[in-house]
């Protein structure tokens, strides 16, 4: 049973133009969300995060919006740049109970010149 | 420079062989953990360490092993009770609690001969 769902496989974006990606989550313990990055043949890397206590969280040309109720987080990235062309993971984790950190399946994102 | 080695970057196996990954890291980094990813699957976890002399099972322990005997290694064995261990394995380090971002190594990719 996933508890970390990105629906989407993969995604393309015009160069300039904004890239949202989405992820949805099922366990309501889950109070705090990150984004990774992952380039093909390397680790991923950590690109921001949300505790629930918050709604949004920026990062230059990266922001991430947590809509509790519906269970729903994402990613904004503007402008989308060539080099955002990656993988991105949604994860998450319950802080009251382990150090376990469930990831979704990944969105392929494609920029397109 | 602070990070996270894996190696080797790539690995050969023969059938009914045990091979062990090297994961070292020297951020000082209390937790470890090791990731599968399969094409077109997320991150699953296989094992993780929260101290020296002690880990715990992911999601998909069976035919795996870890030790912890040093806080800076995490080594995985890869043994012949994995029925299909052709995949990319990733190393991951963080601070420890669950709401500190991991830190990850640049996989090592095994491949059965």
């Known amino acids: 049973d996933q508890q970390v769902k990105q629906n989407s496989p993969s995604l393309s974006v015009q160069e300039g133009r904004i890239s949202i990606l989405n992820c949805d989550y099922t366990n309501s313990m889950f109070d705090y969300f990150l984004w990774y990055k992952k380039y093909p043949a390397e680790g991923p890397t950590f690109l921001i995060s949300i505790s629930s206590i918050k709604d949004k969280n920026e990062d230059g040309r990266f922001t991430v919006f947590l809509n509790k109720s519906a269970k729903h987080l994402s990613l904004h990235i503007v402008p989308s740049q060539p080099g955002d062309s990656a993988v991105y993971f949604c994860?998450?984790?319950?802080?009251?109970?382990?150090?376990?950190?469930?990831f979704g399946k990944g969105t392929r994102l494609h920029i397109l010149p | 420079d602070g990070g996270i080695t894996q190696s080797p970057k790539y690995l050969f196996r023969k059938e009914g062989q045990n091979v062990t990954l090297s994961c070292e890291q020297n951020?000082?980094?209390?937790?470890m953990y090791w990731y599968r990813q399969d094409p077109g699957q997320g991150l699953r976890l296989i094992y993780y360490s929260q101290i020296v002399n002690d880990f715990q099972k992911g999601d998909i322990a069976e035919g795996y092993s870890v030790s912890r005997e040093k806080k800076e290694s995490f080594p995985l064995t890869v043994t012949s009770a994995q029925k299909n261990p052709t995949a990319f394995y990733l190393c991951?380090?963080?601070?420890?609690?669950?709401?500190?971002?991991?830190?990850f190594g640049d996989g090592t990719r095994l491949s059965i001969l």
């Open positions: 994860a998450a984790s319950a802080m009251s109970r382990d150090d376990k950190i469930i």
């Open positions: 991951a380090s963080s601070m420890g609690p669950s709401n500190q971002p991991q830190h």
């Open positions: 951020l000082n980094h209390d937790a």
